[in-house]
């Protein structure tokens, strides 16, 4: 487990394989690509993750709110054997959660990168143009920025360089 100030992060497991299918499908304000399948399709996408967290290839977490202990996000540390770039996929709230999760979420998973693993750029990693949610994050949380964009997609990156330099203030 990995505890912060409110959230502790814990490793999925192939239980929560269910839990997952429904949050990325049926939350009405998603942006993640719909997944094909059900939740059979995703419990053998949670057992093949087993075998890259394993090799050290990334971490699948669910996030829960350490004063009600209930799952508010889950979210993907990935190309974690990319040095020195890692990066992270698959961020979704639960509904009703608790709104500051996400940029909690955001600024572990950069400490983790930076700090921890000494990387120098997290991304790039699409954001949909129609997430303005997410686009609005980034821009108030001021690290993120983006550095590419396609038809559907705008393609972000941090640096460590702007990391380092929001963590100060």
């Not at 396609?150 to 100060?168: E, G, L, Q, T």
């Amino acid at each position: 487990h990995l505890v912060t100030k409110k959230c502790v992060f814990e490793q999925v497991k192939e239980t929560d394989a269910t839990f997952i299918y429904n949050l990325r499908n049926n939350h009405q304000a998603s942006f993640l690509r719909k997944s094909d399948g059900n939740a059979l399709d995703q419990k053998k996408y949670l057992i093949n993750y087993e075998q890259k967290f394993k090799k050290g290839e990334e971490i699948y977490y669910k996030v829960r709110n350490r004063v009600n202990s209930n799952v508010e996000a889950v979210v993907r540390l990935t190309e974690l054997k990319n040095f020195p770039i890692f990066n992270w996929e698959s961020l979704i709230s639960v509904e009703g959660s608790d709104p500051t999760t996400p940029i909690e979420v955001m600024l572990t998973i950069y400490k983790i990168g930076f700090e921890i693993l000494g990387c120098e750029q997290c991304g790039p990693w699409d954001v949909d143009k129609k997430h303005s949610t997410m686009q609005q994050i980034h821009k108030i949380v001021g690290m993120a920025k983006p550095i590419s964009e396609s038809d559907r997609y705008f393609k972000y990156a941090v640096f460590n360089s702007d990391y380092v330099a929001k963590i100060a203030k």
